[in-house]
């Protein structure tokens, strides 16, 4: 499978020069993934969940390739627990 999207690490940013928005970018590459309305009352919970997805998109691939093969799994739960802490589902 080939990557359609934007490479992480995804970052949330505050505010981009005067915007009233939370902001997820892509910083190694200049992309803005997202812009989220500050007056939204889900925006902040939206946008940490915008900025985890590569990562929970590799932590739920690591498992699956752990799993599958009946490998010890204990790294690829840590960082499944990290992705989920950085997502802001605690």
Excluded at 9 to 33: F, M, S
Excluded at 60 to 69: N, P, S, T, Y
């Amino acid at each position: 499978m080939s990557l359609q999207h934007t490479p992480g690490p995804w970052e949330l940013q505050d505010h981009r020069k005067g915007a009233d928005c939370y902001t997820i970018a892509a910083p190694n590459r200049c992309y803005v993934v997202a812009e989220l309305d500050h007056d939204h009352p889900e925006a902040l919970a939206n946008a940490r969940l915008i900025a985890a997805a590569p990562d929970l998109l590799a932590a739920l691939q690591g498992l699956e390739f752990a799993i599958r093969r009946g490998l010890s799994h204990e790294v690829e739960m840590e960082s499944a627990r990290a992705a989920i802490v950085k997502a802001g589902a605690k």
